[in-house]
């Protein structure tokens, strides 16, 4: 499956922004998906993840309460809704999936998508 990852941009901190991640190439349906970001200098860390039905999300604590995973899976995509922006949300933010494991770390996707820059100004 390919990724393409859209909807980054600047915003003002206290903002709101969402994201999306475009699934091609394999039945979208069939698998679980995951958010990822990269802040400059730092790890990659896990962001929230969805099961293939949407049954089931997860979050990382830092972005609890504020942010939200969602998919559509009649088009083929994954959200990311950001609310409650803080400069610390800055990052490159990554899409990931993978047909049987669903979890918080990099290795359980087997696929990714290039990335889409969010800034957030204080």
């Known amino acids: 499956v390919q990724l393409q990852a859209s909807g980054g941009g600047l915003v003002q901190a206290g903002g709101s922004l969402r994201i999306s991640c475009a699934a091609s190439g394999r039945t979208f349906s069939n698998y679980h998906m995951g958010w990822f970001r990269q802040a400059p200098g730092k790890q990659r860390d896990f962001v929230a993840a969805i099961t293939w039905s949407g049954g089931r999300t997860y979050y990382a604590d830092s972005v609890k309460g504020r942010f939200t995973i969602s998919r559509a899976n009649a088009r083929n995509t994954v959200y990311l809704q950001m609310n409650s922006l803080k400069p610390e949300d800055t990052a490159v933010y990554y899409c990931?999936?993978?047909?049987?494991?669903?979890?918080?770390?990099?290795?359980?996707?087997?696929?990714w998508g290039q990335g889409t820059k969010v800034t957030v100004s204080s």
């Open positions: 990931a999936a993978d047909q049987v494991r669903f979890g918080v770390e990099e290795g359980a996707y087997n696929y």
